[in-house]
Nanobody, 130 residues
Framework: QVRPVESGGGSVQSGGSLRLSCAVSIYTDNPICTAWFRQAPGKEREGVAGIDTAGNPTYADSVKGRFTISQDNTKKTLNLQMMSLKPEDTATYYC????????????????????????WGRGTQVTVSS
């Protein structure tokens, strides 16, 4: 099964920056939208940032002002620029793709519903030390 592929994780100190990228690699005629989720040990997976079919971003409150989601013009690469990282940002970060029926006007990523996303990458680890 073709799945998104994340890259760019690593270890940084508190206050540092990292940039994650995702090769979306989902070939479909249906509209799609994409998002980043993260999951820390012992915690549920949570939405971090998403981008709809019009290119409008959505962010979790915990990362607003620090993280920026973007995609290239072909929508084949999804990025997450993370600034002012905190130890609580430590998690495995996942790229996710949501696909909607062709008749849908637009695709809006639901950061509160991981089950809405049918395609997932294997994740990349981000570790922030204090």
């Amino acid at each position: 099964q073709v799945r998104p592929v994340e890259s760019g994780g690593g270890s940084v100190q508190s206050g540092g920056s990292l940039r994650l990228s995702c090769a979306v690699s989902i070939y479909t005629d249906n509209p799609i939208c994409t998002a980043w989720f993260r999951q820390a040990p012992g915690k549920e997976r949570e939405g971090v940032a998403g981008i709809d079919t019009a290119g409008n971003p959505t962010y979790a409150d915990s990362v607003k002002g620090r993280f920026t989601i973007s995609q290239d013009n072909t929508k084949k690469t999804l990025n997450l620029q993370m600034m002012s990282l905190k130890p609580e940002d430590t998690a495995t970060y996942y790229c996710a793709v949501m696909e909607v029926p062709r008749w849908s006007v637009k695709c809006t990523p639901n950061l509160w519903s991981p089950a809405s996303f049918g395609h997932w990458g294997r994740g990349t680890q981000v570790t922030v030390s204090s």
